[in-house]
């Protein structure tokens, strides 16, 4: 399986920006189809932005115009830009990845967003 550590996540107010990051050492990063999921307490986890190797990209309708999924395969990082931050995208953040046989998570790291 692959290593993933999660970075970026904390408390901000409505309206405001974070840039979570996803780190990882595997070798064939650029491979990996990268996923950000979130779960709120009492809540099912959800897939946020997803990222493939060729850097098609597909986001929840909740999020589409506002946080936007990146990858950088020299750094073996991927990132989740989050703008326009509401209130309901208080929840764990979760980094994903999958390639073949392997499907990894992150950690997972808290954002909280106050009115």
């Known amino acids: 399986q692959v290593q993933l550590v999660e970075s970026g996540g904390g408390l901000v107010k409505e309206g405001g920006s974070l840039r979570l990051s996803c780190s990882s050492s595997?070798?064939?990063?650029?491979?990996?189809?990268i996923g950000w999921y979130r779960q709120a307490p009492g809540k099912s986890r959800e897939l946020v932005a997803q990222?493939?190797?060729?850097?098609?990209?597909n986001y929840a309708d909740s999020v589409k115009g506002r946080f936007t999924i990146s990858r950088d395969s020299v750094e073996r990082t991927a990132y989740l830009q989050m703008n326009s931050l509401k209130p309901e995208d208080t929840a764990v953040y979760y980094c994903?990845?999958?390639?073949?046989?392997?499907?990894?998570w992150g950690q997972g790291t808290q954002v909280t967003v106050s009115v």
């Open positions: 595997i070798i064939t990063f650029g491979t990996l189809t």
């Open positions: 994903n990845a999958k390639w073949l046989a392997i499907d990894s």
């Open positions: 990222i493939d190797r060729d850097g098609s990209t």
